[in-house]
């Protein structure tokens, strides 16, 4: 196991950058990173969407967080593969077909987990805001989603997992992310797929843990710190 | 919430309808390239020696490769190999992501009616392996035996129009494919007789090779159709290099003597014979969906989905229960494992689990166990097991977080009323439990059903899969892709709702 | 100051507030008082229109607060509101509570809004708590900085709605003694509280509420020697044995 990790430890961590797109692990918490960052503003606007006057805005918000709900995402990320080249009217190559996927998807999810946050507010919040005559806007941006975003991190942290988990399906559409590396290490070795797959299964659960580990940690925090204020 | 569906329902039949009004606008591809000074090749990342990694560089390097490089020095521009799967690389080149496919490709028919093809490049047999002391001696003897091959490949193909009673399994590439092959999962495989010479000396396995080839393919470099340009500038960089004698010299350095194939070269390039005929067939309509084999392949992988998630479902629920009562244990060692076992089930992606019970699993097996697995459409069965153990932890969560729901008071108040503690935790505790823990659990099995498509990276025949495979026969994309989603949806919004009714009845109590 | 005519108010069947009419003029006093459910909160909520109301007039200052031209905003500015439950905002400091609406309505700047929040804290006796969050304050200390967050904005009226219900007993006089003083300084307030010594010694008059309807509207004085009354007395009676 080691000599593998000792032979190939460079395409598991880059994959074949700079002959190629940068991949292996980097690219896999790139891929995961940039999807989320482009994700949270968009549920923040479909939460808010979802909390609008506007019946049409709040229908449509709403049918598509439950189309995505409905749909498996590797569904999504075939139509992406399809689609988005064909709309974009140039090519684009498979990491970014993967990151429209895991954009329109995750902001469904994070839209769900930012609306939580916003209806677990009491209420008395945005009373007092009104009562003292801020208008809506003011009252959204400086008091409802700081505390809501404040209170979700933690649920926001998990959902950063399941980006990490969930980018390995781009390996499907060749994405060269941390899955690729190995599928070609293991194509070049032929014979040693427990030791590859066991590299692969590790890796991604030390990570992923570290990150589920450190939502659980800050959610404790949290949790104290809204039960000091009930007092 | 019943308008939101319908729109839902609108928009995936909106958006199919919309994608037909679109259609790429012819463009020239050859300016592009000189324009932007590269020529983008798609090639193989793992077909020794045409198009692979080499470990040491970490750079795409082959037989391909180097056509690659010799046409792009003769229109006068860098080149750019660009690592393409077996499977995606025509979709590939016809979305324009690559200018030109140099990726083992074989003339069919049923290409020549998607790409244009260049000269020939290079010819290969296409032959079956089959284990030694295997039963089968020539290719009639297929029929009703499992055979691997690549997903996408030629080899694929002709098998399937050769003896179409066989079963073909069809892998992500070539190596997975051998794979299986090796592992005992299929009776046979075909491939090209360099990969499987290849194959026998890397692996040091050995295994008979049928006699008769299954087809004598033609290879040539894609371009998208109606290329004119670029097509005749390909041509006539093949036909130098065929005439300076370059096009002997990389067939010497990848397989002349010296080499592991120690081979001799014993084609030329030239045009491809029937190569114009089949370009005029005309497009398929979309009635073609309609034609059989298609709706019974459809069906069939529908039914695989909801059989492979009924399964894993029962499976992942009777290990939920055993995880529940080891936490209740109060040893300490079995919480232990409890909380590991969650903790992995939960971390690791479900593909990578799938992958790992597939291809790592069962050489850990006795070999009973393995015998039993190759007997009994082994991927199915990996793939229920591989679902199943990852979703216990799921459904294990769910049941304690039932479990921990459940006010203390409820203990006491039940012990003070004189229950022992195995009464208290049957008539009090887990009525409760499972009540309060009846949503999360709708979510997971919702979650199950969905994620049964990632099956699909084993060749599992399931619904995705299925769609796949209809997808790269009839080029109908996005009417196939629209009804598939339809029908994951329609599943999804039963669940959906259940858990909604379930919830709202949890809420009246 | 502020003037309602034949207010009514439904929740679904239930009929809440039932033709409310009564004046409070220029810094004058008002305790509502009454038994729970009488519709107190909600009469005192709709004097902000944080209810809205389904008949009638409402008209403070002299504006009518549900005319169409109205900037309901503006409006809420020269109204303060003290909640039950505080609602101070978690995530700010003290200070940044109780300067954020002069600073973002008014555009004070920083500098000064943060001058006249200290003179506040230091009516209210917690100027050393001003960089303090509020999670970290007691009942009593978060009702009083609450106050200050209303007194932030110059209102004309204070609107305070059982400011003292959800304190520990010890707490209550310090938010009394705050209220006392404002209402020497002559702020028009309206309460609903059940402390009926405060009501006592600081009410210009009383109006007993009961099942949506005002049943008697009197002076302090009045009030608190109307032995015939029988609905009253009983209600003064319970509200003295649970104290």
Known sequence: MLDIIRENWVLLLIGNYPHGPVGGLVGTLLLASVSLLIALPCSVAMAMARNSHSRILRGGVTSIVW?????????????????????????????????????????????????????????????????????ESVTMFTIILPQALYNSFPALLTQFVSIIKETSLGFVIGVHEFTYSAAVINANLLVRPVEIFSILALTYFIICFSFASAARWVERRIRRNRGLSAQ | MRRAILAAVAAILGLGAAIFLFAPEPSDTLQQVRSRGTLICGVSSSIKPFGYLDPASR?????????????????????????????????ELNAGRIDLLVSVLGWTPERARQIDYSHSYFVSRQVVIVPHGSDIRDLAELANRRVSAAKGSTGEQYLRVKVPGAAVLTFQDAPSAFLAFEQGKVDAMVLSDLAAMQLRQESGSDFATIRQPIAIETWGLGVRKGEKALLHQVNAALTEMEVKGQAEAIFTKWFGPGTEFAQSRTFKVQPIANGDQAAEQTDGTLLDLLKAPYPGWLWQGFLTTLHLTGLSWVLAFAIAMLLTGLRMSRVVPLQWFVSTYVEFSRNIPLLVQVMFWYFAMPSLLPDGAQLWLQ??????????????????????????????????????????????????????????????????????????????????????????????????????????????????????????????????????? | MITLEHVEKHFGALHALKDISGQIVQGEVAVLCGPSGSGKSTLIRTIN???????????????????????????????????????????????????????????????????KALLLLDRVGLREKASAFPTSLSGGQSQRVAIARSLAMSPEVMLFDEPTSALDPEMVSEVLAVMTELAQEGMTMVCVTHEMGFARSVADTVW??????????????????????????AFMAHVGRSQ
Request: aromatic content about 10%; glycine content about 6%; charged content about 20%.
């Open chain 3, 49 to 115: 229109r944080l209810e809205e109301i389904d008949g009638g007039r409402i008209i403070v200052a002299g504006q009518d607060i549900h005319e169409k031209s109205l900037d309901l905003n503006a409006f809420r500015e020269r109204v303060g509101f003290v909640f039950q439950q505080f609602n101070l905002f978690p995530h700010l400091s003290v200070l940044d509570n109780i300067t954020l609406a002069p600073r973002k309505l008014r555009k004070v700047p920083k500098a000064e809004a943060e001058e």
């Open chain 1, 67 to 135: 189309l995505m709900r409905g749909t498996p995402l590797l569904m999504v990320v075939f139509w992406s593969n399809y689609l988005v080249p064909l709309l974009l009217g140039w090519p684009v190559g498979p990491f970014w077909v993967m990151f429209v996927a895991l954009v329109v998807y995750e902001s469904a999810y994070l839209s769900e987990v930012v609306r939580a946050g916003i209806n677990a507010l009491p209420r008395g919040q945005s009373e007092a805001a009104r009562a003292l005559g801020l208008p």
């Open chain 3, 208 to 233: 007993f509420l009961e099942a949506g309807r005002v049943e008697a509207q009197l002076s302090s004085e009045e009030f608190f020697e109307s032995g015939n009354n029988p609905r009253i007395r």
């Open chain 2, 59 to 91: 750079e795409l390097v082959g037989y391909d490769v180097d056509f690659c490089r010799a046409v792009a020095e003769h229109i006068g521009v860098r080149a750019q190999p660009m690592a393409v799967s077996v499977e995606q690389r025509i979709p």
């Open chain 2, 375 to 509: 007997n009994h459409n082994s991927e199915f069965v990996l793939a229920t097991c591989a679902l199943g153990f990852c979703l216990a932890g799921y459904f294990a969560e769910s049941i304690r977080s039932g479990i921990r729901a459940i006010p203390n008071g409820q203990e006491e108040a039940a012990r003070a009323l004189g229950f022992g503690g195995v009464k208290t935790l049957r008539f009090i505790i887990i009525p409760q439990a499972i009540r309060l823990s009846l949503p999360p659990l709708m979510n997971n099995t919702l979650l199950l059903f969905q994620n049964s498509s990632i099956a699909l990276a084993i060749g599992v025949h399931e619904l995705m899969y299925q769609t796949r495979a209809i997808e790269n026969e009839t080029y109908r994309t996005v009417a196939i892709f629209a009804l598939a989603t339809l029908m994951y949806f329609s599943v999804s919004l039963l669940l959906m709702f259940q858990a909604a009714r379930v919830e709202r009845r949890l809420a009246k109590r």
